[in-house]
């Protein structure tokens, strides 16, 4: 059954020589101008929708409709644009922090995301795949070296994978194995089914994203590698030797 897995993933290609690394990542002004001009749009329309909600006869938030149209005008809509602008602006410089950069040479994949790089030596790679919208590194022993959310366009990164000699996968090739995650499952390690019940709890809430990743860490410290369904868990275990 493993052999036929390695087989699946294909065989891997011997590294190519003497060629330069290639780095990809999504762009950071982009990013913030498209934040900031979304935001400094939903800022101009703010004292329409203002005036609008005042013009029924029953409005909510009726209170802070009428201070907000209170502003004279011109200083009204510069001063919503302003505030949208620097709100959209702030949210973009969020959206750069949690957005993936991957440097791929001949030897090592490295991804960076959220002020923390991790490098992956080939030897450690036996295959590279999409799940959803999520880039996944897989080791030869079947563990998940790394799971991050992915903006980069696939067709370029999967051409660069290839350019230097990296194995893409169709699919995940152990999808098959794995169990929905119900309290109390029969065949995990002992205390993951303590982590997966704490990491349930911590995806009910978006502040908690940080726990849940760190989570998956100690699970896959204890040889479960956990993906998600929208809000189920699914996990399989690694029988290391």
């Known amino acids: 059954m493993e052999d036929a897995r390695h087989v699946d993933m294909g065989k891997r290609p011997d590294p190519p020589t003497g060629r330069s690394a290639t780095e990809l990542a999504e762009s950071a002004w982009a990013i913030s101008l498209f934040c900031a001009g979304v935001g400094a749009g939903i800022g101009a329309v703010l004292p329409l929708l203002a005036r609008w909600l005042l013009s029924l006869p029953w409005a909510p938030l009726e209170g802070p409709a009428e201070l907000l149209t209170s502003v004279p005008e011109p200083a009204l809509t510069l001063g919503t644009v302003a505030v949208g602008a620097l709100g959209g602006l702030l949210l973009g410089l969020t959206a750069v922090h949690e957005s993936l950069s991957v440097r791929i040479s001949d030897t090592h994949v490295t991804l960076t995301i959220r002020d923390t790089t991790r490098e992956f030596a080939r030897e450690e790679i036996a295959a590279l795949f999409r799940d959803g919208k999520h880039l996944v590194v897989l080791a030869p022993d079947g563990l998940e070296l790394a799971r991050e959310h992915c903006g980069l366009p696939w067709r370029r990164l999967t051409d660069a994978l290839a350019e230097h000699g990296y194995a893409w996968a169709a699919e995940d090739p152990y999808r098959a194995e794995f169990r929905r995650w119900v309290p109390?499952?029969?065949?995990?390690?002992?205390?993951?089914?303590?982590?997966?019940?704490?990491?349930?709890?911590?995806?009910?809430?978006?502040?908690?994203?940080?726990?849940?990743?760190?989570?998956?860490?100690?699970?896959?410290?204890?040889?479960?590698?956990v993906r998600d369904e929208g809000g189920r868990q699914y996990w399989r275990s690694v029988r290391r030797g």
């Open 184 to 225: 109390g499952s029969p065949g995990l390690p002992e205390g993951a089914d303590a982590l997966l019940r704490a990491r349930a709890q911590a995806r009910k809430h978006e502040g908690d994203a940080d726990d849940a990743r760190e989570l998956r860490g100690e699970l896959l410290r204890l040889g479960v590698v």
